[in-house]
């Protein structure tokens, strides 16, 4: 192999396919039931809402609060090492261009 390892960050969603069996139960829901899965096709429809650039940014900062940067979020050195620590499997060149999407977002 040539070349380093690198890990991918892929969003993934279930928020469709939930929002979708939320809705199929509340054809058939009875009136006390209704208001709670109403709130709850609400919830789901917001969170599939949510673009993939946003997904990611969170994951970057999730990652990089794990290691307890508490710095700020832009493209600063500290910013990429912090991520490089949370995720060393991320060549420089990703953890850089995630850095600079979070900052961007």
């Not at 990089?64 to 499997?89: C, F, I, M, N, W």
Request: a negative charge; charged letters at 30%; aromatic letters at 2%.
């Amino acid at each position: 192999m040539f070349g380093r390892r690198e890990l991918s960050v892929l969003v993934l969603r279930d928020a469709d396919d939930i929002a979708q069996a939320l809705r199929e139960a509340l054809e058939g829901a009875g009136e006390a039931e209704r208001p709670g899965l109403e709130a709850a096709v609400e919830m789901a429809e917001r969170a599939a809402a949510v673009p993939d650039r946003e997904l990611r940014a969170r994951w970057v900062r999730e990652q990089r609060a794990s290691v307890g940067y508490t710095g700020p979020d832009d493209e600063s050195v500290h910013a990429v090492k912090a991520l490089r620590q949370a995720q060393p499997g991320l060549s420089l060149l990703s953890a850089v261009q995630l850095t600079r999407d979070a900052a961007a977002k």
